[in-house]
């Protein structure tokens, strides 16, 4: 039911906001760890199969959608970086985090995603997971 009534600019998808310390997630100089995040990133799909999986409609008269192993789960593409613009303050951080939230998840891959957005005070860094009704259910 969950897939039926997703439209554009009505998502079905959840979404955690959270604000981390950015001192483990960046370098000295300020630039994310991306190789270290994609990394355990990686480690936690391999952990949790639904992650790794896709939705495939079955044929008229052949039962509801069924969940089936993707062919690749491209990490490049569930995890994201999207700054967040100067000052980095709270009303920005929102702003940004309504950016990522608002789009309808692409069913062609596994219905999550990860968003990071550096550029907040104190050098901390923010972060949006998403994931879809269907699969959080």
Do not use: S, Y
């Not at 955690?16 to 990133?41: M, N, Y």
């Not at 980095?88 to 951080?93: A, I, K, P, R, S």
């Amino acid at each position: 039911m969950n897939l039926v009534a997703e439209r554009p600019g009505t998502p079905w998808h959840i979404g955690l906001i959270g604000v981390l310390d950015g001192a483990p997630l960046t370098t000295k100089t300020g630039d994310l760890r991306l190789a270290g995040i994609r990394d355990t990133l990686a480690e936690a799909v391999l952990r949790a199969p639904r992650l790794r999986q896709v939705v495939r409609r079955t044929r008229p008269g052949q039962g509801r959608p069924v969940w089936v192993e993707a062919a690749e789960v491209d990490l490049d593409r569930h995890l994201r970086v999207a700054p967040v613009p100067a000052p980095g303050d709270e009303l920005t951080f929102l702003h940004r985090c309504e950016e990522v939230l608002v789009p309808v998840m692409d069913r062609a891959r596994p219905l999550w995603d990860l968003t990071l957005l550096p550029g907040l005070a104190d050098g901390q860094v923010g972060v949006v997971l998403r994931l879809h009704h269907a699969l959080a259910d």
